[in-house]
């Protein structure tokens, strides 16, 4: 499989519970990111690497949340002492250059729900 | 703020007919601008981009209609079919930096057959 890979795909936790999410990338993308869909709207950024370096934080990644690419590898995103609000699709994508543009290819997403 | 508005919210089309997605950006440094296809339970796929110096950009039944000084644009499916019935995403970027996408809030395309 050469696409992206999200696991688990679904996470149920209860309120105050950590929880870890993991996104294999396309092999020898260098660059992931990390986004938050929301039932009903379209992702919104997180966070994103390049290689192990985590350049840019959304104002939406509160300190609850921490992502880390160890290796430039895989990367994993986990939220501590989970909230309702958490509750989302959580998608992880990898980038290549093709033709002077950019294609983010996505994962199929975890989805989270805190009860 | 919403940077990237997105019209409209839901659409329903017979099958053979034209689907059209319309969506406005307010950031001019906004120079890339790619629409993604969603099905339930899956992750956005890209579908077809375009960088803001042509005015179209056409792949197969798919089609992207570019307005810089407008600052709008917007996805055409021709001869929609039913397999075609998903959300569809517009976002923009600025190439250089992090280039992160910043998604409209999507539309529900329904294809009857």
């Known amino acids: 499989d050469t696409g992206v890979s999200q696991n688990p795909r679904h996470k149920i936790t209860k309120r105050g519970q950590n929880v870890t999410f993991r996104c294999d990338p396309i092999?020898?993308?260098?660059?992931l990111y990390w986004y938050r869909q929301t039932l009903g709207q379209g992702p919104e950024f997180l966070t994103y690497?390049?290689?192990?370096?985590?350049?840019?934080k959304s104002r939406l990644l509160s300190d609850r949340f921490s992502a880390e690419r160890p290796k430039g590898s895989f990367s994993t995103l986990e939220i501590q002492r989970t909230e309702q609000g958490d509750s989302a699709m959580y998608l992880c994508a990898s980038r290549e250059r093709r033709g002077g543009g950019d294609t983010q290819y996505f994962g199929p997403g975890t989805r989270l729900t805190v009860l | 703020q919403q940077q990237v508005k997105q019209s409209p919210q839901s659409l329903i089309v017979q099958k053979g007919g034209i689907s059209i997605i319309n969506c406005a950006y307010e950031n001019t440094a906004f120079d890339y601008f790619p629409w993604y296809q969603q099905f339930p339970g899956k992750g956005p796929a890209l579908l077809i981009a375009?960088?803001?110096?042509?005015s179209e950009k056409k792949e197969g039944r798919f089609t992207i209609s570019f307005n810089k000084s407008a600052k709008q644009f917007s996805l055409h499916i021709m001869d929609s079919q039913p397999g075609d019935s998903a959300t569809y995403f517009c976002a923009a970027s600025i190439q250089g930096g992090s280039e992160k996408l910043v998604f409209g809030k999507g539309t529900k395309l329904t294809v009857n057959p």
């Open positions: 092999s020898e993308h260098n660059r």
């Open positions: 690497f390049q290689n192990e370096a985590q350049l840019e």
């Open positions: 375009i960088r803001p110096d042509v």
